[in-house]
């Protein structure tokens, strides 16, 4: 199966400016309508007047792709991923085209690129694993004309083209083994058996006089005393109180960041924060630093902050973010988990979306 590009607009773009907003979902339009030369040059138009904005160069991009310009459109991807190296589009698409061109090992090395900018990005793992199928499918094939005979090597094709095919189904055999659901019969109650009673007759004795029966004395006892049992002490479950502690701690994360205060924002992750991609916390570090630091302002706010409970020292919570420089403006839905450590909330983990 094809990989899946990335279409129309960024997942982690908003428009700057709206008064652009109509140009480019003009051009939007009509890509979807498959009016390509006509949304080039609706693009094209925008792009006189804002030739640096992210969202116009990556429509651009992907309506070149569409024509079968891949030229044109690897040019444009590749330097978006170098002017925005923290956005995985425009390496997902980068890795389409070059799959496209049988370039399977730099596909290979921009999806992996993608997902270490968004672990999260489905899209990118889901052609990663369309990638790897289509390469499992040439190698068993190379092994196929090595040896014609090898089963094992002809049945794992099968299944991988069973995998690719559009017609296909993940999981499906292939049309020479039918498979038959098979139904259990319905399961019929089984009655517990009747005990049988058996009568013993007693030994034939002779009949003695009956006796009258002696005055049965009863004794009554003093009911014993019942203590009633202490009610159970009731916990008080952390709630509220977490609540605003975390809240207060993203908020101080969100505002060193607008700051540009590098100290006070890593100081806002634990020792044993898991970075993206597994890099060394060095590294990650190195690289925070170089972004925050960019020449002109950044402003970054937080809303409509959820947090649930884990534990009494972890809690997970979820957000919006929205950040704004000089040349990018992004909203995007964030994941933290934090971890209480000597009296204070940091950042265990971060992802984009839920």
């Known amino acids: 199966m094809p990989l899946r590009r990335t279409l129309i607009a960024l997942a982690c773009l908003s428009l700057a400016l709206p008064v652009y907003a109509d140009t480019v979902q003009d051009a939007s339009r009509s890509l979807r309508q498959g009016q390509h030369t006509q949304a080039l040059e609706q693009i094209d138009r925008y792009l006189a007047g804002k030739p640096k904005d992210a969202q116009g160069r990556f429509l651009k991009g992907t309506i070149l792709a569409e024509m079968g310009r891949n030229p044109e459109a690897l ?38 690129q993608a997902i270490r900018t968004h672990p999260s990005y489905a899209t990118a793992h889901e052609n990663l694993g369309d990638l790897y199928a289509r390469l499992a499918s040439q190698a068993y094939g190379k092994a196929l004309q090595l040896d014609a005979s090898n089963a094992s090597a002809q049945n794992k094709l099968a299944l991988i083209r069973d995998l690719i095919t559009p017609t296909g ?24 058996p009747t005990p049988t009673i058996i009568a013993t007759a007693p030994a034939t004795k002779p009949v003695e006089p009956v006796k009258a029966p002696e005055p049965v004395k009863i004794e009554t006892k003093p009911e014993p005393k019942v203590e009633p049992k202490p009610e159970p002490k009731v916990e008080p479950k952390p709630g509220a109180d977490v609540t605003a502690e975390v809240s207060k701690a993203i908020e101080a994360w969100a505002s060193a960041w607008t700051r540009k205060d590098v100290k006070a924002y890593l100081a806002r992750y634990a ?38 409970v884990d534990a009494a020292d972890q809690a997970t919570a979820r957000f919006r973010q929205n950040y704004k420089s000089a040349s990018l403006s992004s909203s995007t839905t964030k994941t933290l988990v934090l971890v209480k450590r000597e009296g204070k909330w940091l950042i265990q983990q971060e992802r984009v979306g839920g």
């Open 169 to 192: 189904k993940p999981g499906s055999k292939p049309a020479s083994e039918p498979s038959k659901a098979v139904a259990l019969p319905a399961a019929t109650p089984v009655a517990p």
């Open 271 to 308: 020792k044993d924060f898991k970075t993206p991609g597994g890099e060394t916390r060095a590294n990650w570090e190195s690289e925070r630093n170089k972004r925050i630091n960019k020449p002109g302002k950044i402003s970054v706010d937080v809303d409509n902050i959820k947090v649930s």
């Open 75 to 112: 040019s444009i991807f590749t330097k978006l991923s170098e002017d925005y190296p923290e956005l995985p589009e425009p390496y997902n698409n980068l890795a389409v085209i070059y799959a496209q061109q049988k370039q399977y090992d730099k596909a290979k090395q921009s999806l992996e």
